[in-house]
């Protein structure tokens, strides 16, 4: 990145917002000045996308200079009938995402291009009742965007804060003032151990997979009542997960994703995942806090080997060094870091919220 151009993608588009990009992974379009600027978005020029599983992304320059946009990206200048604002937002309803299922569908990928973008009717009230329109939803965007804000200060905070905890730059004491008992450098293997058991009997158990963001989620497909034959394959490898275990995933696409079953009991999972629990010495949620730290994430990536498909093999997973403080500093830790998940949490429901009353508001007027 250069920090003169910017050359906008798809995946810098916001999901939570139209007008903002996400941080960080910027790059700049391999070109001269002269080269891309007749790719350069105006204010008020937006773009959608035109192929791909993120065919219909809407993304709108309101205060960005010098974006270059990608060719997955079609752009749209606005003649003076409607306002930028209120044309984008009117894109955002069931209504135009209906249409974008219909319109994209092709033999491969789906796709939409500028002439069949064109043809998408509009409702278009006079510039005065657009104007009325636009300061109502605008004070949603704003509640929205100050509430994201807070939650991205908040999270930067909580990541400077794990790091300094991890690194025993930051120290707890007991309430007379003296300090604990120091930290012991060791490893997760040293303090997690194994568990196998396979689902051989074909329980009809929830099945429940690793996501990269929300560790166990339950999958869709479910097998009570279905006979073995109806399947289609077999679950009889499928690993048996009970209450307070860790499984992560070792290969493929999200090698190192993870999950904890605090409250889960006896789910089933791939076979492919590596199920473990932990010892008396090791809070487990003191392990979950270490795992989502910069410090674990980098030991990851060191002890991952392979080069197109990656692995994180136990025998290397369990080598991954852990600062081990005594159990009663584990859980003033973890008492200090649930606080501030509570206040994300909080954050979270208000921009839901805030997010639904919009989306609400929006089916009545634009429908």
Not at 72 to 84: G, Q, V, W, Y
């Amino acid at each position: 990145y250069d920090s003169l151009y910017r050359y906008l993608r798809i995946t810098d588009i916001d999901e939570g917002s139209f007008t903002n990009l996400n941080r960080g992974n910027s790059v700049s379009p391999n070109c001269t000045k002269e080269e891309g600027k007749e790719y350069i978005l105006s204010k008020g020029d937006f773009v959608l996308a035109r192929t791909g599983a993120s065919v219909g992304k809407i993304f709108l320059n309101t205060r960005y200079d010098n974006l270059v946009y990608a060719g997955f990206l079609i752009r749209f200048k606005i003649n003076n009938k409607a306002l930028p604002y209120y044309l984008t937002t009117s894109l955002q309803t069931q209504r135009y995402h209906k249409w974008v299922s219909i319109m994209s569908v092709r033999s491969g990928q789906p796709g939409i291009n500028a002439k069949e973008y064109s043809r998408y009717s509009l409702n278009l009230p006079s510039l005065q009742e657009q104007e009325k329109v636009l300061s109502l939803f605008k004070s949603f965007d704003q509640k929205i965007n100050l509430l994201t804000k807070k939650k991205e200060a908040l999270e930067t905070y909580k990541r400077g804060l794990m790091q300094k905890i991890f690194s025993q730059e930051l120290r707890f004491k007991r309430k007379d003032g003296t300090d604990y008992p120091e930290w012991t450098s060791t490893k997760i293997g040293n303090h997690t151990f194994k568990v196998s058991e396979k689902n051989k009997n074909l329980e009809p158990l929830p099945i429940y997979s690793i996501s990269n963001k929300g560790g166990f989620v339950p999958q869709s497909e479910q097998f009570e009542g279905i006979d073995s034959s109806e399947r289609g394959y077999d679950i009889s490898m499928y690993k048996i997960v009970g209450k307070d275990t860790f499984a992560y995933n070792p290969a493929r696409i999200n090698v190192g994703s993870y999950g904890y079953s605090a409250n889960l009991d006896r789910v089933q999972v791939s076979s492919l995942y590596v199920c473990f629990k932990v010892k008396p010495e090791l809070s487990p949620i003191y392990l979950l806090y270490f795992m989502s730290s910069f410090k674990f994430n980098k030991s990851v990536l060191r002890n991952v080997e392979g080069g197109v498909r990656q692995y994180l093999f136990y025998d290397n997973f369990k080598n991954i060094g852990i600062p081990l403080p005594s159990l009663i500093e584990q859980e003033k830790i973890i008492q200090a870091l649930k606080l501030l998940d509570g206040n994300l949490g909080c954050l979270d429901n208000a921009i839901n919220k805030t997010q639904e009353l919009k989306k609400g508001l929006l089916q009545q007027m634009f429908a």
